[in-house]
């Protein structure tokens, strides 16, 4: 790991310090557990053990030691239970630029395809709990208006509903779509916006950046809303693909990023 030598660490230093907020801080104490193991192959050449805890080690402080969420901070997301398939995806695309985040760009610029496999598997095998978080409180019209373009879409609009991507129960489905519920409502809130704002993109048009361009900005917080006042189900597992009775929207591309599902 050459490439991560002094001048980079001196680097990463002089901007945490320069701004406390910087979402790179946290590199200092804990991403040096990640740069120490490499991308597997020195630890393996020096037979030095390297359990997916210690791997983990940089995920772990922002998302949790079991990808369970940071308590506090409602925008960083849960990994835990998510399909691994989807988990690598995301990697693959801060990697690739197509996703923007500082602190989790620099985390996987290095990191081989193989490891970021690994990482996703360790993340969506793990079991945990859900935290509910508050929500906002919206009208009782804000609350229907998010039930219906959940439950039902909008037609009127071109907007499909969101249960017919992710899910009758809205945990997930296999391989590649990821659960909704349990989610926060500024984290929900927040990537709609980066999907209706092209912040966030993916191969091809996207299934949710032409759905959450054709929402308005109400219908986003109606979403967010309803979303996050939900009880998670008792099984919070995606579903299999052969459960969904819908199928995709024909414009729908969900892309891989090189990920093989």
């Known amino acids: 790991m050459a490439r991560f030598g002094r001048p980079a660490r001196a680097r990463v230093t002089t901007m945490a310090a320069m701004n406390p907020s910087s979402p790179l801080r946290w ?31 940089a995920c772990a402080s922002c998302h949790g030691a079991r990808g369970e969420g940071l308590p506090g901070d409602a925008k960083v997301p849960r990994l835990a239970g998510k399909p691994a398939a989807y988990l690598q995806q995301q990697l693959a695309s801060f ?59 909008d037609p009127s609009r071109g ?13 997930g489905v296999e391989p590649m779509m990821p659960g909704l519920a349990g989610l926060s409502y500024a984290y929900i809130d927040a990537q709609l916006d980066a999907w209706r704002t092209h912040q966030r993109v993916a191969d091809g048009p996207g299934c949710m950046v032409v759905v959450a361009n054709r929402m308005t900005g109400g219908d986003v917080a109606a979403v967010a809303a309803w979303l996050a006042s939900q009880p998670p189900p008792a099984d919070m597992h995606p579903v299999p693909a052969s ?15 090189g990920v093989n599902p």
């Not at 079991?127 to 039902?152: F, I, K, T």
């Not at 907007?159 to 945990?171: E, F, I, K, Q, R």
């Open 95 to 153: 990697q690739s630029g197509r996703r923007h985040h500082a602190a989790m760009e620099y985390v996987v610029r290095q990191l081989s395809p193989d490891y970021l496999r690994q990482i996703a598997e360790y993340f969506a095998a793990q079991q945990v709990p859900y935290r509910r978080q508050a929500a906002p409180a919206v009208s009782a019209a804000a609350m229907q208006r998010g039930e219906q373009l959940v439950r039902h879409g």
């Open 27 to 57: 590199l200092l104490r804990a991403g040096v557990a990640l740069l120490a193991s490499g991308a597997g192959a020195a630890a393996a050449a020096t037979d030095v053990p390297d359990p997916m805890q210690q791997r983990v080690a």
């Open 159 to 171: 907007v499909p509903s969101c249960a017919s991507c992710h899910g009758d129960t809205l945990t």
């Open 243 to 257: 459960v969904q009775r819908e199928p995709l929207p024909g414009w729908c591309v969900l892309g891989n990023d």
